[in-house]
Structures are given as structure tokens and as C-alpha cells.
């Protein structure tokens, strides 16, 4: 349904659910550390045993990235990333409800003199992040360190996008649509810093083909335009949980070299290049749920194919 379709007001039925959902981030957001991670656990766990079409991406992801690995491994690393994407709704939740501050003990930053350095030289930045499970509570505690603006997805729901977008906003200078370039373009040549993840697919239109774990991956090709249009510096980052389970690690890296190039295929394998290294790290906590490689050079089939139950898997949301 479009949002012009949704009901002018958010007392209307339709949106209890989103209510209820916002109410329980909330709520969750408060929990014991402890308990979040059981809880987080414990909803991922739930998703794995109840939403076949979803393990049925994740396992096609793995199979296709990590072909190496025995069927049993691929199982466990299944489990592991549904009960890692499980934790991340209450890291999402803690992002987006409570006051960074108050984790950032917890955070060790690595390779920060990469991104003070690309800011020295006053074009501003693209920083280039990834989906993991920890993301919105990554881009909240990168904010400690730089203050930054960030490009998101609205939400389908307009209750709930302006509950996402209100607490983005709180944690950076300004959440800016996907679709609008001008506004990244004006930011960064404004001197900002903004968080962009290219990594997931967005069709044939905007993409080109670009090996990512050996597999040829639509790549959205704006990366290269954006630095094009703006001569930012592009500084990876990474983001993850550490084994403890109590602490995070934020790791810069040094800004892509000849970047852009004049080969928009080899600009997309080296931006690819960084986020595969950075799914090797932690790749449970990635966000396989999306079907990366949905689309496909002319002439390949679809590799996920007929998801559990014997229906083709073609929804929007199954990205």
C-alpha cells in the first residue's frame, strides 16, 4: 500500500501494530543488558523456526558466499545470524531511544586518524557502512566521535517512518532520503560527514555487475558518482559486536585510493572488496535476510528460486 493510501490519522486502526512495535522499542530499549541479549536471542531464534522464506534466503546468501563451508556449519552460521539479527532489533532500539552516552564505555574506535584526516581536507566525507545488525547502533555511537548526517530507506508504514526518522534525526544532523541526491551532494559540499551503506541491491537501473564474494553482484553505482559530483574522500568503516557480547568495536579505515576511477566496474569491486572484508570478520552478524544477488546478469536464473512452501519469492520487503 502507498502511504497516500494509509489513513490521515494514526489513531486509525491500521496503525496499532506500529504503535504496539514502537511501544515495545521503547520498552526494550530500558532492559537489562542481560536480558536484552536473551530476549534478542530468543526473537531471532523465533524468526529462524517460523519464517521459512526468510531461512530459505540466508541459506541461499551463505551457500553462494561461503561455498566452502559443510552443510551442518551453514546451518549453525544460519542460526547464528538470525539470532545475531534478533539482538540487533533491541541494539536498534537502544540507537534510537536512549542517549548514546551511555554506552560509550563500551566502545573501542580504531583507525579514527583515517577519517580526521579525510575531514582536514575540507570536502567533506563519504563514509561508507555497512548493513550489519548492529548498524543503527553504530551510526548512534559513531555520532560520539563525529558529528554526522546519514541516507536511509523511509519506512513503507508513516507512523513508523516518523518514529525512525525523528530518532535519526535526534543522533545525527540530518537523516536524508535515498532518493535525494541533491541533498547528500549539498551536505557534503557543506563540509558534512555522511554515513551511506551501497550494499545492497537496487536493481539493474542504477547498477552495475562487480564480484562480491566471487558472485557477480548488482552494485549501485552512485558511490562513485556521489565523489564525482563532490571530490569527498570515501572512508570505509566497520562496525561490529565483539564475542563478549558487551562491547563494540568501530574500526576506520584509510580512504579508497584512485577513487573514483574512469571504470565504474572496478570502482564497484573495490567499494565490495571492503565490504566483503568486513563481512569475513562477523559474518553472522550481516544482514543476509536480504537477497543480495536477486538480480541477475541476462541469462542467470534466480537463485532463491521457489522459497518453502513452493511460492516464488518476488516481495519488495525480500530485498
Known sequence: MSKRNWPASFAHPRFWPAWLAIGAMRVGAWLPWRLKLALGRGLGLLAWRVVPRRRHIV??????????????????????TFKANGIGILETATGWCRDPRHLRHRVTYKGRHHLEH?????KGVLVVGIHFSTL????????????????????????????????????FGEAIDRHDLRGVVRRIKAGHIVWY?????????????APLFGVEAATIRLTAKITRMTGAPVVPLMFHRNPDDRTYTI????ALENFPSKDEVSDATQVNAFIERAIRKHPEQYMWLHRR?????EGEPDPYGRAPGGAVDTSAHGR
Not at 546519514?150 to 525512525?164: A, T
Open 293 to 297: 544477488f536477486k538480480t541477475r546478469p
Open 197 to 209: 551503506s551501497p550494499d545492497q541491491d537496487f536493481g539493474r537501473d542504477v547498477s552495475v555487475f
Open 251 to 254: 574500526e576506520c579505515h584509510p
Open 136 to 171: 543503527d547502533l553504530g551510526g548512534a555511537l559513531h555520532s560520539l566521535y563525529f558529528p554526522s548526517d546519514v541516507v536511509y530507506r523511509p519506512h513503507n508504514n508513516p507512523l513508523f517512518d516518523r518514529f525512525m526518522t525523528r530518532s535519526r534525526s535526534r543522533i
Open 59 to 80: 541459506d541461499t546468501n551463505l551457500q553462494l558466499c561461503f561455498p566452502e563451508l559443510g552443510e551442518r556449519e551453514r546451518e549453525r552460521l544460519v542460526r547464528e
Open 118 to 122: 579525510a575531514y582536514a581536507q575540507g
